[in-house]
């Protein structure tokens, strides 16, 4: 009589395939992206001053979902400060674009905004959603963009600066310069003006009413002011003080940034070796857990079809072993949690490196923490102030 062969022959395949098919394939190139550079200068009135607005850090609100995750607030929010400060420099060393700022919020006077959100970062992979919309309203960018980091990122050979994610910012940037391709001269300066327009509507919203047109989202321009406008010019006056106050905050990210740079370098190194560790655990638990109960069964069956001593000798051996490697597999898995907590703590680590920098805007110290949002929202009511005193409104 023919009998079927033990369950451990037909689990065989299956743990060939965990053990050899499941191991992780790293990224060997570095920097197979380049951000597209002007060949000549263009034009002043055709350059779009950008302003990317601090990241969403994407931290969920429940706690469970943190430790899920293993996300730190503290380390997300310094991240959603320090990654647009990349994007910068790329757009910025393009030639395609005026000034490039980071700050915490929108600012009225913004001709193209790009918005991101942090969707997620461990030093192996880098996960955004990136935005970009002009002043009047059209969309340029709303998709997800992902990039996973060379192990040469993390190597002394490689050069000192370069970002392990910068394809991914090459890639927006080219994405964005694909779009700005798009607009012709006239619709370029129709953005300007709309940006002009809007920062002086945003302060005198009465003296302005009626020169801007929005419908289904889209601002256009119905009239201009007369070049002789006394308002105009002061308005101008207050534009100029305010891109004073707006570089000294992006400064401050700027300062941010190359304070927070080794630190976090360090951070991303080590959260990289320990992602990689993690993975590589659970991979061997996963296949020492099914080798095991494999190993189990089939030595199950064998003592329960067993005809003689010493096929039912070797299926007690088979459980045994089997036992033996499935409590492999949970060691292991004990293991790949001591990892995870060791990740935590290199998260933890960089919070001493984000403390509050003191800066002074015009005579006046100010201290920007988490909340310059606050601190801007504040340099815009002064602006109000200083507006209402030159023209003589109460």
């Known amino acids: 009589m023919i009998r079927s062969p033990p369950l451990l022959v037909l ?29 000549e200068e263009l034009a002043l009135d055709q350059l779009l001053d950008v302003t990317i607005v601090a990241f969403d850090p994407g931290v969920p609100e429940s706690i469970k979902e943190q430790q899920k995750e293993n996300i730190f607030p503290a380390v997300r929010q310094a991240e959603a400060n320090y990654l647009p400060q990349i994007l910068r420099q ?13 700050l915490p919020e929108v600012t009225p006077s913004s001709m193209l905004t790009v918005t991101g959100k942090i969707l997620h970062s461990d030093g192996e992979t880098l996960k955004l959603h990136i935005k970009a919309r002009d002043a009047t309203g059209r969309e340029w960018l709303d998709k997800n963009y992902e990039e996973t980091a060379a192990e040469l990122s993390y190597t002394e050979k490689t050069a000192s600066g370069t970002d392990p994610f910068q394809d991914l910012y090459s890639r927006v940037s080219n994405d964005l310069l694909q779009e700005r391709r798009k607009l012709d001269a006239d619709k370029v300066q129709e953005v300007r003006r709309v940006s002009d327009l809007q920062f002086a509507a945003d302060l005198a919203p009465a ?32 534009r100029a003080r305010d891109d004073v106050l707006v570089d000294t905050l992006d400064a401050h ?21 320990e992602v990689i560790a993690l993975r590589e655990l659970e991979r061997q638990a996963l296949w020492r857990k099914v080798a095991g109960a494999a190993a189990v069964i089939g030595g199950v069956v064998a003592m329960a079809g067993a005809e003689n001593v010493g096929t039912s000798v070797a299926g007690q051996v088979g459980v045994i072993a089997g036992v033996g490697i499935f409590a492999s597999g949970l060691q292991k ?3 790949a949690k001591v990892h995870a907590e060791a990740v935590k703590e290199l998260n933890s680590s960089i919070n001493a490196d984000v403390a509050p920098r003191v ?15 606050d601190q801007y929202a504040q340099w815009r009511k002064l602006l109000h102030e200083r507006y209402a005193a030159e023209i ?3």
């Open 90 to 102: 790329t757009l910025d060393g393009t030639g395609y674009w005026g000034t490039v700022r980071v």
């Open 253 to 273: 990210y700027a300062n941010f940034r190359q304070s927070m740079q080794p630190a976090y370098q360090e951070w991303r190194r080590a959260s990289y070796t």
């Open 392 to 394: 003589g409104a109460p």
């Open 359 to 373: 800066v002074e805007l015009e005579g006046k110290t100010v201290t920007l923490t988490g909340s310059a949002k």
């Open 11 to 39: 689990f065989l395949p299956l743990v060939l395939l965990l053990g050899t098919g499941c191991v992780s394939k790293q990224v060997k190139r570095v920097n197979e992206v380049q951000a597209k550079q002007a060949t």
């Open 207 to 238: 003296r302005f009413a009626g020169y801007l047109k929005t419908e289904k989202g889209r601002t256009s321009v119905q009239r201009l002011p007369p070049d002789n406008d006394p308002i105009v010019k002061r308005v101008a006056s207050v």
């Open 333 to 335: 898995g004990q293991e």
